[in-house]
């Protein structure tokens, strides 16, 4: 009923900048909005990091003077324990998987433990799967990995799935990865196909693998404490376009590395692909890193694993 739609006006904080997948996502959760409200409620998008970092985002949410805000899924985990889980390696083999863990129980359920904690879950979007890239050789099998000197995020289990792979992981901040690159004082990295590019790795790395080999949701989140002040057709109107502008997101996302996969192969990249069977390997080996670090949330880890072995059936 529209008595039941108050004129309301709220703010959306996220980190990437204007123009990126992500940012054209929030875009579009604006404009839905305000259509499925009549233009009654108006969602103004801060991108780039204005409103301040993931931290400040997420405590201005729980107090109620942010109202939306769309993060790294993982970041979660300083909340929820679980969230963890969006970091593990090698979990999701393709886009498929992912749409169906997040879409379905398993990333509802995940979304839901975030109440507790004044956060209302509304939809998963993406920054997308991470690629690797290295100056040495081409990367066709799971022992090519071996022995190359990698960048990588500096935390505990991106430098154990690395060292699982007989490779050597090195710490490094990322402003400083490209310098490291063009000295060969590391012969490669790991990032999404956009932030190769935007970077041009290609300059300074000739082989890239599409491994896969972790997957980054997005999760875009509302504040508890004003989401209670709200009617049901209020929430309804949130809730269906969040789910609207989060596929909308992915294809955008998906598109958009499929045009980045051409570019960076017509800058010189040499690109390969592991195969399934590769991919199974991979797991394989990475199963230990997996059991270590999911020891602290092992339900959420064999309730995915569950999930997932479903999926492949």
């Keep these: 009923l529209a008595q039941d739609i108050k004129e309301r006006t709220f703010k959306f904080a996220l980190q990437t900048p204007k123009g990126h997948p992500l940012e054209q996502g929030a875009a579009k959760f604006s404009e839905l909005v305000a259509a499925k409200s009549g233009g009654k409620m108006k969602v103004t998008v801060f991108p780039g990091g204005t409103l301040g970092g993931d931290a400040a985002n997420v405590s201005a949410l729980q107090g109620g003077t942010i109202e939306f805000v769309m993060l790294n899924s993982g ?65 066709n099998t799971v022992e090519d ?112 590395a499929a045009g980045t996969l051409d570019a960076l192969k017509k800058a010189g990249m040499q690109v390969t692909e592991l195969s399934a069977a590769e991919q199974a390997k991979l797991r394989d080996k990475l199963k230990p890193v997996i059991e270590k670090h999911g020891a602290a949330i092992p339900e959420t880890v064999k309730e995915l694993q569950a999930e997932l072995a479903k999926l492949r059936k």
């Design 75 to 139: 970041i979660l985990a300083s909340q929820v324990k679980d969230f963890e889980v969006y970091d593990f390696p090698f979990m999701f083999a393709n886009a498929k998987e992912a749409d169906a863990v997040v879409d379905g129980p398993f990333g509802q359920k995940l979304h839901a433990k975030l109440a507790e904690k004044g956060i209302v879950g509304l939809a998963y979007t993406e920054l997308g799967f991470r690629q690797l890239t290295n100056s040495k050789r081409a990367v």
């Design 145 to 256: 990995i071996a022995g190359l000197k990698l960048r990588v995020i500096p935390n505990a289990i991106n430098v154990d799935w690395v060292k699982a792979l007989g490779a050597n992981p090195t710490p490094l901040a990322f402003p400083e990865l490209y310098a490291a690159l063009e000295q060969k004082a590391i012969d490669g990295q790991e990032n999404p196909l956009s932030v190769i590019q935007a970077n041009k790795f290609f300059e300074v790395q000739k082989f890239l693998t599409l491994t896969n080999h972790q997957y980054n949701p997005q999760s875009l989140i509302f504040s508890k404490k004003v989401w209670d002040t709200l009617s049901a057709a209020e929430k309804k109107i949130l809730q269906d376009a969040a789910a609207e502008a989060a596929k909308f997101q992915r294809q955008v996302s998906r598109e958009a």
